[in-house]
């Protein structure tokens, strides 16, 4: 598997440039997570097709709903992803016809059809969570277990902040 990784000399320029004070210091927190953030979701796209034939969007879904009792609305789906109606279509078609996912009636709402976790979904997310896990420990290995924490206790800070905002 091809990996992606962030150019050394792009790292090195962006520093000097906020020590240099022509970049706000601020950017030495929000340009790494960018740059991770993408790191970690073009080697997940890589892994997660190669070894079990699913986009990350896919992923997305079957995730939302595993750990949502396993039957969700299109809306809440949506709520709990980043996809556009459209999107999200193309996404439970795929899913649907693989036998991941199913459709059912709402026995509150008739007109609505909820999306539900199929066992051979869960049995599959379950495993492509798992295998993933292990991929994006290997990230984190540089950190000992209190530099772990802290950096969770970290982020959990600012995602609760940013709903503040």
Same mark, same amino acid.
């Given at each position: 598997?091809?990996?992606?990784?962030?150019?050394?000399?792009?790292?090195?320029?962006?520093?000097?440039?906020?020590?240099?004070?022509?970049?706000?210091?601020?950017?030495?927190?929000?340009?790494?997570?960018?740059?991770?953030?993408?790191?970690?979701?073009?080697?997940?796209?890589?892994?997660?097709?190669?070894?079990?034939?699913?986009?990350?969007?896919?992923?997305?879904?079957?995730? &939302?709903?595993?750990?949502?009792?396993?039957?969700?609305?299109?809306?809440?789906?949506?709520?709990?992803?980043?996809?556009?109606?459209?999107?999200?279509?193309?996404?439970?078609? /795929?899913?649907?016809?693989?036998?991941?996912?199913?459709?059912?009636?709402? !026995?509150?709402?008739? /007109?609505?059809?909820?999306?539900?976790?199929?066992? &051979?979904?869960?049995?599959?997310?379950?495993?492509?969570?798992?295998?993933?896990?292990?991929?994006?420990?290997?990230?984190?290995?540089?950190?000992?277990?209190?530099?772990?924490?802290?950096?969770?206790?970290?982020?959990?800070?600012?995602?609760?902040?940013?709903? !503040?905002?």
């Amino acid at each position: 598997m091809k990996k992606n990784r962030v150019n050394a000399n792009l790292i090195t320029n962006f520093y000097e440039k906020v020590d240099s004070k022509e970049l706000s210091e601020v950017f030495t927190m929000t340009f790494p997570i960018a740059l991770i953030q993408k790191t970690i979701v073009s080697h997940a796209e890589v892994f997660l097709k190669e070894k079990f034939d699913l986009l990350n969007s896919e992923v997305d879904v079957l995730a &939302s709903l595993y750990t949502h009792n396993k039957v969700l609305s299109p809306t809440q789906l949506y709520d709990l992803t980043i996809f556009s109606s459209g999107g999200m279509t193309k996404v439970l078609k /795929r899913l649907q016809e693989r036998g991941l996912v199913y459709r059912e009636e709402d !026995k509150k709402d008739k /007109r609505c059809m909820l999306v539900c976790l199929s066992e &051979s979904g869960e049995e599959l997310v379950k495993k492509a969570l798992s295998e993933i896990s292990k991929e994006c420990n290997k990230y984190f290995e540089i950190f000992d277990p209190k530099e772990r924490e802290l950096f969770g206790t970290l982020l959990k800070k600012i995602l609760v902040n940013i709903n !503040k905002i």
